[in-house]
């Protein structure tokens, strides 16, 4: 099927190139809709976030795991520009005060000379009048933990002469815990040990970050972001186990205590910077972007009898600097009134360094023990050149195209590289058959983004896995196919429709190395396909004015042969399913608003040489909220999470040898609880 799409999308191309030099109409068949300050006023939005949130049928993304700068980006633009960098697009909103928001415009991607931009995409227009900022505090109350006194977040935002600023200062934190029985159960059905298990999961993530706009003069754009932040893990895990000696002929499982232990220390800086300004008849772009990472961590499992004595144990330590940057160059031009082309080049350099070391407790003491392939350094250097155009073919068609080519050069201590040529584009076509519906189809040659932590063995002291690194490990390659259609049938009643397919080369999945050896590895072939679905509706069509319905649906399936045992099967640990039915009732002339939600996924099951794991929920989690919108000036937020006490249930086969040539040996079920959870939010402006 795959060599069957690669001729049909080039002559699609060819022709597409063609089409963009006859004569069609030039009025864009995109209709922009306006989204005014009025709108959100019901909300009591604190930034342009809280506003994004509320807009009917549209979806966020990110940008923040695309590879390089130069495919599309997140579906939001800032007064029609870009983000910069590999902004988070979430956080940057954030900074944006709502009472700077000028209007919210809704368009369509293959209308706008942002190369790869699709579907709809949001244009926030702004504008600056002295200072002005918002803050906001989250204490969050959870069962079994203690109280998380310290998520917050504060921002400025201003403009001195022509330099527009924000700055935020925050504190992303987390105190997470889950507990519950673990069995252990043979082929035949018995259990021969039964464990009860307490984990708690601390995270602090304090970060500042500033961005800075610049018009010197006019047509002249510069921006700069910079962001700084630390990430502090630590998670522990207490098990009780206790063997079933009463069953007559079962020897397995012991009494015991073990503890498991893990954290981690980071810390990591971003800089993005662009500066565009007029040449020529055009206009010159250039981009700058680099992030470093430091990330010491370090796991142990401890096994203790039941009078205290340590009977073995395990430490894995691992320091490891990440890198990337990235500059690319973008020139843009208009020949005529609505055609634009733009053509981007773009270099990239990354890196991962990895020391890592292994030590096992034995006689009462921990010794070295020598681990293969865990310290290396791996580096990647790629550039890619692309030529994209963009122009309506009438009055009710827009075209977007775009044609590449990427040079990529892997290389990893001990002297082994590689070279890659890799083809890139995408097709992108819009028809409006009215104001009020949309169709959109999308054609891409993708190349996805490799993490050079597969190519480095690791270890997983718990199940005591050994994970081989592999150093012939390429990026996936797939065609995509996305068919989009979106109507719009007034009084807030959005629809939008998305099925779609990837055909994929070179999948990056588990595979066997050697006869015993476990590692990430290429398939050669896979498929996935899948329907999104959203909708909102507002319900003021049957008198119930304040209210807003939405629904979000993701169905997902997929094959490749696995590499174990050459059946057909669903990519390991895929999504299946997710749903999310949420409403909202904010009560005419008040400052009161109340709502609630239900939402649920499933994954398909995780494979590997000689186990397989299947994650579920055992019912949907549910939620409740309540608001207050004017509290001396705040906004109040009280949000009540799992009030049917969810939980999450996690299942693991484990064969007597790989799993082609092994039997069921044992399973294991556990099924972890973690309660209700309370979070209230005290946000204002200043």
Do not use: C
Request: glycine content about 10%.
């Amino acid at each position: 099927m795959t060599q069957f799409l690669k001729p049909h999308l080039a002559v699609t191309v060819a022709l597409g190139l063609i089409f963009s030099q006859m004569p069609w109409q030039s009025a864009h068949a995109q209709t922009v809709q306006d989204f005014e300050p009025a709108f959100f006023e019901q909300y009591a939005p604190r930034n342009a976030s809280d506003m994004i949130e509320q807009i009917p049928g549209f979806q966020l993304q990110s940008a923040d795991n695309r590879r390089g700068l130069g495919q599309g980006g997140a579906n939001v633009l800032v007064n029609g520009e870009r983000l910069t960098g590999k902004s988070d697009v979430g956080g940057q909103l954030s900074r944006i005060v709502a009472e700077n928001v000028v209007r919210i415009e809704i368009r369509d991607g293959a209308s706008l000379d942002t190369p790869g931009l699709s579907g709809q995409v949001a244009n926030v227009i702004t504008k600056t009048t002295g200072k002005s900022g918002t803050w906001s505090w989250a204490p969050e109350f959870r069962e079994r933990q203690p109280i998380n006194l310290t998520h917050a977040h504060f921002t400025l935002s201003g403009k001195t002469g022509n330099l527009g600023y924000s700055a935020e200062l925050k504190n992303e934190a987390q105190r997470n815990g889950d507990w519950g029985p673990e069995t252990l159960t043979q082929a035949d059905g018995t259990i021969f040990e039964i464990r009860d298990e307490l984990g708690q999961y601390r995270f602090d993530g304090p970060g500042v970050v500033l961005d800075l706009n610049w018009t010197p003069k006019e047509d002249h754009i510069g921006n700069l972001n910079l962001d700084y932040n630390k990430q502090n893990f630590a998670s522990n895990i207490r098990s009780s186990r206790r063997a079933q000696d009463n069953l007559v002929g079962i020897t397995r499982g012991q009494d015991l205590e073990t503890v498991f232990t893990g954290g981690e220390d980071e810390w990591n800086a971003k800089v993005g910077a662009d500066y565009e300004f007029p040449v020529g008849p055009g206009k010159l772009k250039a981009i700058g972007y680099y992030r470093f990472e430091r990330s010491p961590t370090r796991n142990s499992f401890s096994v203790f009898a039941l009078d205290g004595e340590q009977l073995s144990g395990s430490i894995f330590d691992r320091l490891a600097d990440e890198g990337e940057a990235i500059a690319r160059t973008e020139y843009s031009w208009s020949p005529s009134d609505g055609r634009d082309w733009t053509f981007g080049v773009e270099g990239a350099f990354n890196f991962l360094d990895i020391e890592s070391e292994l030590q096992v407790f034995d006689d009462g003491t921990y010794v070295d023990e020598a681990l293969n392939g865990a310290t290396s350094r791996v580096e990647e250097r790629r550039t890619e050149a692309t030529l994209t155009h963009s122009r309506p073919l009438s009055a009710k068609w827009d075209l977007q195209l775009s044609g590449g080519v990427e040079y990529s050069k892997l290389k990893q201590t001990g002297g082994l590289s590689r070279d890659f040529i890799r083809p890139k584009g995408f097709l992108l076509a819009s028809y409006k058959p009215d104001e009020s519906a949309s169709w959109r189809l999308k054609i891409e040659r993708e190349v996805g983004q490799l993490s050079f932590f597969d190519f480095i063995s690791s270890v997983d002291i718990v199940d005591n896995i050994d994970r081989t690194g592999n150093v012939n490990l390429v990026p996936s390659q797939s065609w995509f196919i996305g068919l989009e259609y979106d109507k719009n049938f007034g009084q807030g009643f959005t629809v939008n429709l998305n099925p779609y397919v990837s055909f994929i080369s070179d999948l990056v999945d588990r595979i066997p190395i050697g006869e015993d050896g476990d590692a990430v590895g290429n398939v050669d072939n896979a498929v996935r396909y899948g329907l999104d679905f959203n909708t909102s509706i507002k319900g003021q069509r049957w008198g119930w004015d304040g209210t807003q319905f939405d629904l979000d649906i993701q169905w997902r399936d997929s094959q490749v042969d696995d590499p174990v045992t050459a059946v057909a099967r669903p990519l390991s640990r895929d999504l299946k399913t997710f749903w999310h039915a949420r409403m909202r009732h904010d009560i005419p002339n008040t400052d009161w608003a109340y709502g609630a939600g239900v939402r649920e996924y499933a994954d398909y099951k995780g494979f590997r040489l000689f186990t397989t794991d299947d994650p579920t929920l055992d019912r949907p989690i549910t939620y409740g909220f309540i608001e207050h919108k004017d509290v001396l000036g705040m906004k109040i937020k009280a949000e009540l999470t799992n009030l049917l006490n969810s939980r999450e249930d996690f299942t693991r086969e484990v064969f007597t040898d790989r799993r082609d040539r092994g039997v069921l040996d044992f399973t294991e079920f556990e099924s972890r609880e973690f309660g209700p959870i309370l979070n209230i939010e005290f946000s204002g402006t200043f």
